[in-house]
């Protein structure tokens, strides 16, 4: 098990809860994402004291699976002190042909919630692209999209091809397809850092994006004793796995099939006999045991 350090994103809309809730230094500047779990070369995740972990998967690739198939995942958290830009995310199929990357999927656990925030996901109802492009012109597009109230402990899976955008007051733990290709269609008129206003991509958004009334999938479970606490599947696709473990003494693990990504939102503990703290990602190589004591909230995440 390696516990594993994030490199730091300080985009226009985050905020400073990150240093708050996990301890996250980023000398003074707002922290929009920490990227937990990554080879994504647009931000690498260090393991403690040793390289970094694409360079550990290149050495030894069958600690994804026994194939040895390419690391599916990122996980992040996410810091929306503002809202974030109306967006969606291209499939496989598009984003290989036309970025150079993976598409995205991706699940949003609510790991915080002022009060009042929420999500925009999907639409309403069936929507015409040109009703689409009309309200994104006029400024009015958020009228087509699905308000959700959030609060701590929800999950969201947002498939790729969903428009969404994360509401301001909300700390998310996502779990993503490992991909950087987002698609903005309406950012509120705001500019970046350069004084200019941000970049849009309203042409390659509307090749993607599906018009259909969203339908939920996201499939969360109960809660169901185990040795050691309690869990309950989050969410399921073909990417990855994700389940929810309360942790409540002594709780060990071992995954033949799959890497295990482990995510403390809460609580304290020791993970292999070593302490742990809230906002600690760890790496476990399939097939490797591990356990977790103490009293805690973690996310484990593995390939389907």
Not at 37 to 45: A, K, N, Q, R, T
Not at 145 to 162: Q, S
Not at 252 to 267: E, I, R, Y
Request: charged content about 25%.
């Amino acid at each position: 098990m390696f516990r594993l350090i994030p490199p730091l994103k300080d985009y226009i809309w985050g905020g400073y809860k990150l240093k708050t809730l996990f301890g996250r230094d980023n000398g003074g500047k707002k922290i929009s994402e920490s990227w937990e779990v990554s080879v994504h070369p647009d931000g690498l995740s260090r393991i403690e004291g040793d390289g970094t972990l694409a360079q550990f998967l290149q050495e030894h690739p069958t600690a994804v699976d026994a194939q040895g198939s390419p690391f599916p995942v990122l996980v992040k958290f996410i810091d929306a002190a503002q809202n974030l830009s109306v967006q969606v995310h291209p499939d496989d199929a598009y984003a290989r042909k036309y970025e150079n990357d993976n598409g995205k999927t991706e699940m949003w656990y609510v790991v915080h919630a002022d009060e009042g925030a929420g999500i925009l996901c999907g639409f309403r109802k069936d929507t015409a692209k040109e009703e689409f492009a009309a309200k994104v012109a006029d400024g009015t597009v958020e009228e087509l999209l699905n308000f959700i109230p959030v609060k701590e402990g929800d999950c969201f899976l947002i498939r790729a091809g969903t428009v969404h955008a994360i509401g301001a007051g909300c700390v998310i733990c996502e779990v993503q397809q490992s991909s950087n290709v987002t698609y903005r269609v309406y950012d509120y008129n705001r500019v970046g850092a350069d004084g200019k206003p941000r970049q849009l991509h309203l042409e390659k958004a509307l090749n993607v994006i599906r018009f259909s009334k969203f339908s939920d999938t996201t499939n969360s479970g109960a809660f169901r004793k185990v040795q050691g606490g309690r869990i309950r599947l989050l969410t399921a696709c073909e990417y990855f796995c994700c389940h929810e473990l309360l942790l409540e003494g002594t709780y060990q693990g071992k995954n033949d099939n799959s890497f295990t990504a482990a995510t403390v939102l809460s609580g304290e503990g020791r993970a292999d006999g070593k302490p742990f703290r809230p906002g600690d990602s760890f790496f476990i190589p399939r097939g490797e045991p591990f356990s977790f004591e103490g009293n805690a909230k973690i996310i484990l995440t593995q390939k389907p």
